[in-house]
């Protein structure tokens, strides 16, 4: 059985207050639900706040980002284990804002994926086509690139702990979602590649989430697909009623 996830992430927005606000909002909807796992991924500077309001309850925080190194002269970065250090137990890699607003390669969500492992992270791996890749038909050969490219070598006794976010970059704080049938099709894809790249059984075990445009309204569709494990929700989360309302529509 996969326990269903639902991340917020909540990119760069928000302040000292409006973090702390939105984070007592989430904990007292969702602090004390045991059929779900939600985590909140917040701006780096806030991390340490939202722990502190979360602190004792089932709610669990995450970064968008991580360097993959441990330590080092690397101006403005932030290790794995500074993360751990101040109670993250998630970090979101490869977000597709990263990969393509910043130049992010597989090569490097690969070493960030290793290096948040080492750490005892549980990383959210972020993959998922263009819509130019999708109209083209190259749609399973990007998430099989994707894919391999972070999975291979990595080593084995830490792969049961990833977690897989497939988002369409064309629905990515569009308002476009994947119909439930086209996200169900990408992750049994996701599914039968990390199979591939490391054991059926480890790929049986991960949690493959949704992302893109998720709101109240389609969460629970999505989540119905029996490939669809939760979901990586970006505009949605900055408010504590759709987040809760979101993650409350995945529970049957
Ligand atoms: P969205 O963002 O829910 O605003 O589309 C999702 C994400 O980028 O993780």
Redesign the pocket.
Known sequence: MRRPLFAG?WKMYTNTREAGELAAGVRKQLGELDAVDVVLCPPFVYLADVVDVVRGSRIGVGAQNTHWEAQGAFTGEIAPAMLKDIGCTYVIIG?SERRHGLGETDQLVHKKTAAALAAGLTPIVCVGELLEEREQGKTNSVLERQVHGFLKGLPSESLGRIVIAY?PVW???TGKTATPAQAQEAHIFIRKEAAKATTPAVAAGMRILY????KPDNAKELKSQPDVDGA?????SLKADSFAAIARAAIK
């Not at 992302?211 to 998720?214: A, D, E, R, Y």
């Not at 990586?232 to 949605?236: D, I, Y």
Request: charged share 5%.
């Open positions: 992430n977000h988002e629905a990515i704080g992302g893109g445009s998720v990586l929700v970006g505009g949605a």
